[in-house]
């Protein structure tokens, strides 16, 4: 059985005896435990089935608590989280040897983020050491943004959720490398390349090995292309997918309306009564708070489709867009199947 409670406390107590635990950051739920046990580590790869070429992030509690886990800090990921964190940012750093290879696939470097949400900080202030958390979810499954939503994909394969809000942001964190030259922004998510650029100049989208990478502007930047190894988390083509099938438009106006289908847009398109659900968003931030759990619901519903409108790629949009692109990729995968 997996226990529920409000308390920090008795979170970290499980943590403290090498237990995992679903707790709430800001961005998604993630399923946590100690960096330095590695029993803990073990059980996580077992419950989500998760690859062991797909590298975890280390939370920390402040900058300090680096020490044990990265070499140094370079000056590029200086800056950054001298402006972003705590927030929805993770940087890759030169990752000591006492790290854990399951924990950076076998990788030269460690991901490292330190999350703003305040009951995951609580928790790490009563444990006094990092703790590693994917997101709590099945590998290759939509992301959980609740705690309900944990235990319908975890239980009984974990042993605690930590009780909190809604994640408030909904998406994964923006991931950086910061030990490349010049940075390369391996992921999009909670913090916009946008803003990054306002701070760091010259980051580039990650590309393919050996591809020549565009320096992204404040405007924007080219898109990314696969890349050979995952240095991060988040960049399987199949990822974050419902078991119903993703379609993407441009515009929905063409679509006809069905009660085994929902619409997820900007767009309002239809009567909503004609739709088996029908979401408009008045903005992409409240599309992308919404996604994961709209997916779920589809799912729990019986949907056949999920259509999605595209928005573009600026700003939040672009992780937006990330997450649709490997929703869809992912549903396509299974239906073929």
């Given at each position: 059985?997996?226990?529920?409670?409000?308390d920090?406390?008795?979170?970290?107590?499980?943590?403290?005896?090498?237990?995992?635990?679903?707790?709430?950051?800001?961005?998604?739920?993630?399923?946590?435990?100690?960096?330095?046990?590695a029993v803990?580590?073990?059980?996580?790869?077992a419950?989500?089935?998760?690859?062991?070429?797909?590298?975890?992030?280390?939370?920390?509690?402040?900058?300090?608590?680096?020490?044990?886990?990265?070499?140094r800090?370079?000056p590029?990921?200086?800056?950054l989280?001298?402006?972003?964190a705590?927030?929805?940012l993770?940087?890759?750093?030169p990752?000591?040897?006492?790290?854990?290879?399951?924990i950076?696939?076998?990788?030269?470097t460690?991901a490292?983020?330190?999350?703003?949400a305040?009951?995951?900080?609580?928790?790490?202030?009563?444990v006094?050491?990092?703790?590693?958390?994917?997101?709590a979810?099945r590998?290759?499954?939509?992301?959980?943004?609740?705690?309900?939503?944990?235990?319908?994909?975890?239980?009984?394969?974990?042993d605690?959720?930590?009780v909190?809000?809604?994640?408030?942001?909904?998406?994964?964190s923006?991931?950086?490398?910061?030990?490349?030259?010049?940075?390369?922004?391996?992921?999009?998510?909670?913090?916009?390349?946008?803003?990054?650029?306002?701070?760091?100049?010259?980051?580039?989208?990650?590309?393919?090995a050996?591809?020549?990478?565009?320096t992204?502007?404040?405007?924007?930047?080219?898109?990314?292309?696969?890349?050979?190894?995952?240095?991060?988390?988040?960049?399987?083509?199949?990822?974050?997918?419902p078991?119903?099938?993703?379609?993407?438009?441009?515009?929905?106006?063409?679509?006809?309306p069905s009660?085994?289908?929902?619409?997820?847009?900007?767009?309002?398109?239809?009567?909503?009564?004609?739709?088996?659900?029908?979401?408009?968003?008045?903005?992409?931030?409240?599309?992308?708070?919404?996604?994961?759990?709209?997916?779920r619901?589809?799912?729990?519903?019986?949907?056949?489709?999920?259509y999605?409108?595209?928005?573009?790629?600026?700003?939040?949009?672009?992780?937006?867009?990330d997450?649709?692109?490997?929703?869809?990729?992912?549903?396509?995968?299974k239906?073929?199947?």
């Open positions: 059985m997996t226990e529920t409670t409000t920090p406390a008795r979170a970290a107590a499980i943590l403290a005896q090498g237990g995992i635990v679903a707790l709430p950051t800001e961005t998604v739920y993630g399923l946590a435990a100690r960096w330095d046990r803990g580590i073990e059980r996580i790869f419950a989500k089935g998760r690859p062991s070429d797909n590298p975890l992030i280390v939370h920390l509690a402040q900058l300090r608590d680096l020490d044990p886990i990265a070499l800090i370079p590029a990921a200086a800056t989280l001298s402006h972003f705590p927030g929805p993770t940087v890759t750093l990752r000591r040897p006492e790290v854990s290879d399951r950076t696939a076998g990788l030269p460690v490292v983020r330190i999350p703003a305040p009951l995951f900080q609580e928790v790490l202030r009563i006094g050491v990092p703790l590693v958390a994917p997101s979810n590998s290759g499954r939509p992301s959980p943004t609740t705690w309900q939503a944990v235990l319908e994909e975890l239980h009984g394969k974990i605690a959720v930590l909190g809000p809604p994640c408030a942001i909904g998406i994964e923006t991931v950086v490398d910061c030990c490349s030259s010049p940075p390369r922004l391996l992921r999009p998510g909670g913090i916009t390349l946008e803003q990054l650029c306002e701070v760091l100049p010259g980051i580039v989208p990650a590309t393919a050996g591809a020549a990478a565009a992204c502007t404040a405007a924007g930047a080219a898109e990314q292309s696969p890349l050979e190894h995952l240095p991060s988390p988040g960049m399987r083509h199949r990822h974050y997918a078991s119903v099938r993703v379609e993407l438009v441009d515009d929905p106006h063409p679509l006809t009660p085994l289908a929902m619409y997820l847009g900007i767009t309002p398109h239809g009567k909503p009564a004609e739709w088996g659900m029908h979401c408009c968003y008045s903005d992409i931030a409240s599309y992308a708070h919404a996604l994961f759990a709209a997916f619901e589809g799912e729990q519903r019986g949907f056949r489709t999920i999605c409108q595209r928005v573009p790629k600026t700003g939040l949009g672009r992780g937006l867009m997450r649709l692109e490997r929703a869809a990729l992912g549903s396509a995968a239906d073929s199947c």
